[in-house]
């Protein structure tokens, strides 16, 4: 079990997926103005008197994804494409879609998420309700926020990603039992799903993200899940290393055959890395290759840092290129198993 920091605005945390080249190329065409459906919902409210009103985009096509995403987790704002190309060059292969922490009660950065997706990279946002009770907003307490903010995402013209309060069955979050129950937590989900409905917020994919069962999640997953009317994509975390797991079977096969037995949802390893050690080739083969094997699995997030946990007193290397000889099997395994697309050599 990884007890990761919870990000705060001076220092968001970062991930990143990858969409099928053909469907992210398609949605990208819309990025300028256009919906990628065909108009559905009512015009969004103006940025100004003079500014034109264009109908909220539509994310549709993106929630069945195809191919495999590849995605890294890194530091910085929607807008710094700095660790997405320094993936890229490591990888061999361009992470599509980005992941980043915002606290709840701040605003959506609209002029980050643009940057972002008028680069081709597809925004997935994580919406942490770090000092505000889950009870509070399932009871209505934030409705003011949740309308402000989904007018403002609605207004985005692309596609984004949200997860709500992740990892909802760690002890580690605010969120997670002893803090939170379950149906607090699902009426909560619930409660924001529905005010972006109200909005015809068209344009977001909603992800619920548990982490893996292991010493430190005990609490079964299924009384926090929403339901299919609720969920887009299927969230997992987890990662090999000295408190997690070291083989794709102990780690993630558990939980994967736990969440089958409700729901069929598209799924994609939202978190995962495998820390330096002796075994981390060997592991990094057995990640990409039973991920790649797994029906219903559209990707996974590498998350590319060297980071102190709580609790810890060590650095632990989660870093593609922690090693030259963990670099090479990422690029290779990438590229066998079909994750992302290559980079394409400038020239």
Same mark, same amino acid.
């Given at each position: 079990m990884i007890r990761r920091p919870? #990000?705060? +605005?001076a220092a968001r945390r970062l991930a990143a997926l990858a969409i099928a080249v +053909? !469907? !992210? $190329? *398609? #949605?990208? =065409? *819309? $990025?300028?103005? @256009? =919906?990628?459906g065909d108009g559905a919902g009512a015009p969004g409210p103006a940025a100004s008197s003079s500014a034109p009103v264009l109908p909220p985009y539509d994310a549709s096509a993106l929630r069945t994804p195809t191919g495999r995403m590849l995605g890294v987790a890194s530091e910085g704002g929607p807008a710094d494409l700095g660790p997405v190309d320094a993936f890229a060059a490591k990888a061999g292969h361009r992470p599509d879609v980005r992941e980043y922490y915002q606290e709840w009660g701040e605003d959506f950065d609209t002029a980050g998420n643009t940057a972002l997706w008028k680069s081709g990279v597809l925004p997935l946002l994580s919406l942490v309700p770090d000092q505000t009770p889950l009870s509070r907003i399932a009871s209505g307490g934030e409705d003011a926020y949740l309308t402000r903010f989904a007018q403002q995402v609605r207004g985005f013209q692309g596609p984004v990603v949200i997860a709500f309060a992740p990892e909802m069955n760690g002890a580690w979050a605010p969120w997670g039992p002893g803090k939170a129950t379950p149906d607090e937590y699902v009426k909560a989900w619930q409660r924001l799903h529905d005010a972006f409905r109200d909005q015809q917020a068209t344009n977001v994919i909603w992800m619920w993200t548990p982490h893996v069962a292991d010493s430190g999640t005990g609490a079964p997953v299924k009384p926090y899940y929403p339901g299919d009317d609720y969920v887009d994509w299927l969230g997992l975390i987890g990662y090999y290393g000295p408190q997690d @797991? *070291? #083989?794709f079977r102990t780690l993630f096969a558990p939980t994967l055959k736990t969440l089958r037995g409700f729901t069929a949802k598209p799924l994609l390893i939202a978190e995962t890395g495998v820390a330096e050690s002796p075994q981390k080739v060997a592991q990094i083969n057995d990640l990409f290759s039973n991920a790649a094997g797994t029906n219903g699995l559209i990707g996974l997030v590498w998350y590319d840092l060297r980071k102190k946990w709580p609790g810890s007193t060590q650095l632990t290397d989660w870093r593609v290129d922690s090693s030259a000889a963990a670099a090479a099997a990422v690029v290779k395994a990438v590229g066998a198993k079909g994750f992302g697309h290559p980079v394409t050599p400038a020239g």
């Amino acid at each position: 079990m990884i007890r990761r920091p919870l #990000a705060r +605005p001076a220092a968001r945390r970062l991930a990143a997926l990858a969409i099928a080249v +053909p !469907l !992210l $190329a *398609t #949605a990208c =065409s *819309t $990025a300028d103005g @256009g =919906s990628a459906g065909d108009g559905a919902g009512a015009p969004g409210p103006a940025a100004s008197s003079s500014a034109p009103v264009l109908p909220p985009y539509d994310a549709s096509a993106l929630r069945t994804p195809t191919g495999r995403m590849l995605g890294v987790a890194s530091e910085g704002g929607p807008a710094d494409l700095g660790p997405v190309d320094a993936f890229a060059a490591k990888a061999g292969h361009r992470p599509d879609v980005r992941e980043y922490y915002q606290e709840w009660g701040e605003d959506f950065d609209t002029a980050g998420n643009t940057a972002l997706w008028k680069s081709g990279v597809l925004p997935l946002l994580s919406l942490v309700p770090d000092q505000t009770p889950l009870s509070r907003i399932a009871s209505g307490g934030e409705d003011a926020y949740l309308t402000r903010f989904a007018q403002q995402v609605r207004g985005f013209q692309g596609p984004v990603v949200i997860a709500f309060a992740p990892e909802m069955n760690g002890a580690w979050a605010p969120w997670g039992p002893g803090k939170a129950t379950p149906d607090e937590y699902v009426k909560a989900w619930q409660r924001l799903h529905d005010a972006f409905r109200d909005q015809q917020a068209t344009n977001v994919i909603w992800m619920w993200t548990p982490h893996v069962a292991d010493s430190g999640t005990g609490a079964p997953v299924k009384p926090y899940y929403p339901g299919d009317d609720y969920v887009d994509w299927l969230g997992l975390i987890g990662y090999y290393g000295p408190q997690d @797991g *070291t #083989a794709f079977r102990t780690l993630f096969a558990p939980t994967l055959k736990t969440l089958r037995g409700f729901t069929a949802k598209p799924l994609l390893i939202a978190e995962t890395g495998v820390a330096e050690s002796p075994q981390k080739v060997a592991q990094i083969n057995d990640l990409f290759s039973n991920a790649a094997g797994t029906n219903g699995l559209i990707g996974l997030v590498w998350y590319d840092l060297r980071k102190k946990w709580p609790g810890s007193t060590q650095l632990t290397d989660w870093r593609v290129d922690s090693s030259a000889a963990a670099a090479a099997a990422v690029v290779k395994a990438v590229g066998a198993k079909g994750f992302g697309h290559p980079v394409t050599p400038a020239g």
